[in-house]
C-alpha cells in the first residue's frame, strides 16, 4: 500500500529565512510526487510535481522541492520565507506504474506552516 | 475557464437526512474523485470515477454514492447523514488516470450533520 508521511504538524520560520516542510513516501514502482497548497477556507491548489529526471523541481511562487530515492523523500523548500506563505501544505504520491492502485492518489495529513514577520 | 465547481458552500442536514453534493469541471477531465477533509487526518478518498460511466470506491465510502453520467458531473449522494459525516468534502479532477498530472480542487463544501 501506497503512503505518505508529513512528519511535522507544524513548523514555524522567521520572514526572510529559509523553510522546509518535510515528506516521505511509500509506493510501489516509481512515484509521482506533487506538494498542494491550502490557504484558510479554500480548496488545495497545485505547487510542484515530480514526474522523473531532475531530482531538485522549481515550482509555482518561488517554492522548489528535492527528490531523493534512497531516502523517499520529497522536502518541499523556500530559500526565503514570506509571511504570505503561512498556510496548509499537503504532499500527496502516486505510482506512475501504469494503472497501479487504480491511479489513486495518497495525501499526507499536512503540515501548517507560519511564517512570522 | 471555471475549473472545478462546487455547490453548495455550506450545509446543514439533521441525522438521517439525504443531500447530494454537486460537483462539475468544464476541463474534460477524465479522472473525477471525492475527498473529506478531517481535522489532523489529512484527505481521504470517498469514490473516484476514471471516465463517464465508471466509478469505484475509494478508502471511506461507506455512506455515500456517486454516478457519473457525463464528463463533466460527478455528484456525491450522503443517503442517510450521520455525524460522523461533518467534514469538508472537496472534489477534485485530473487529466487522466495514468500519466503525471496534477489534480484541479474546487472550493470545498463545509457540511454539518446535527
Known amino acids: 500500500a501506497q503512503s505518505v508521511a508529513q512528519p511535522e504538524d507544524q513548523v514555524n520560520v522567521a520572514e526572510g529565512n529559509p523553510l522546509t516542510v518535510k515528506c516521505t513516501y511509500s509506493?510501489?514502482?516509481?512515484?509521482?510526487l506533487f506538494w498542494y497548497v491550502q490557504y484558510p477556507n479554500r480548496g488545495l491548489q497545485f505547487l510542484l510535481k515530480y514526474i522523473t529526471g531532475d531530482n531538485l523541481v522549481k515550482g509555482s511562487y518561488g517554492f522548489e522541492a528535492e527528490f531523493n530515492k534512497s531516502q523517499t523523500s520529497f522536502h518541499l523548500k523556500k530559500p526565503s520565507a514570506l509571511v504570505s506563505d503561512s498556510a496548509l501544505y499537503f504532499c500527496?504520491?502516486?505510482?506512475?506504474?501504469?494503472?497501479?492502485?487504480?491511479?489513486?492518489?495518497?495525501f499526507g495529513d499536512g503540515t501548517t506552516l507560519t511564517v512570522k514577520p | 475557464n471555471a475549473g472545478v465547481t462546487q455547490t453548495p458552500k455550506f450545509q446543514v442536514l439533521k441525522t438521517g437526512q439525504s443531500m447530494t453534493l454537486q460537483c462539475a469541471q468544464d476541463m474534460n477531465h477524465e479522472y473525477m474523485s471525492w475527498y473529506r477533509q478531517d481535522p489532523g487526518m489529512g484527505l481521504r478518498l470517498i469514490h473516484y470515477s476514471v471516465g463517464a460511466g465508471i466509478t469505484d470506491q475509494g478508502e471511506v465510502p461507506n455512506g455515500y454514492n456517486v454516478s457519473r453520467s457525463t464528463t463533466e458531473d460527478f455528484p456525491l449522494r450522503l443517503l442517510s447523514a450521520a455525524p460522523s459525516q461533518t467534514s469538508v468534502y472537496f472534489c477534485a479532477s485530473r487529466a487522466g488516470t495514468v500519466g503525471p498530472y496534477e489534480q484541479y480542487f474546487g472550493p470545498g463544501t463545509r457540511l454539518t450533520v446535527t
Open positions: 509506493v510501489s514502482g516509481n512515484p509521482y
Open positions: 500527496a504520491v502516486r505510482s506512475s506504474s501504469g494503472n497501479t492502485n487504480a491511479g489513486k492518489s495518497t
